[in-house]
Nanobody, 121 residues
Framework: QVQLVESGGTLVQAGGSLRLSCAASGGTFSNYAMNWFRQAPGKEREFVARINWSGLHTYYADSVKGRFTISRDNARNTLYLQMNSLKPEATAVYYC??????????????WGQGTQVTVSS
């Protein structure tokens, strides 16, 4: 059983930067690909970024590509999301999650409780 705890969310002005963290415990962190999702008020949860177990491969949603950077420190069991040039539409609760490939599907087994990011215009 893996526990994930996000932190770092806060109120920031448009154009600013923020770094989110996701601390993992209760499992072998380096066994998992890791992901960031977000959910804005009244909207469905959407994928933001993914990083493989080693940190060598990353994947981003088009909406954040070039502005957000996902990274991980397996020695510290921590996932990060560096967010630059923030826009008001980035306002959402941000979640981290583990993922694994199961046949043709990607399964997201463990989720954190989320951290609120608010970008003011």
């Amino acid at each position: 059983q893996v526990q994930l705890v996000e932190s770092g969310g806060t109120l920031v002005q448009a154009g600013g930067s923020l770094r989110l963290s996701c601390a993992a415990s209760g499992g072998t962190f380096s066994n998992y690909a890791m992901n960031w999702f977000r959910q804005a008020p009244g909207k469905e949860r959407e994928f933001v970024a993914r990083i493989n177990w080693s940190g060598l491969h990353t994947y981003y949603a088009d909406s954040v590509k070039g502005r957000f950077t996902i990274s991980r420190d397996n020695a510290r069991n921590t996932l990060y999301l560096q967010m630059n040039s923030l826009k008001p539409e980035a306002t959402a609760v941000y979640y981290c999650a583990t993922s694994r490939v199961s046949g043709p599907r990607t399964e997201y087994d463990y989720w954190g409780q989320g951290t609120q990011v608010t970008v003011s215009s």
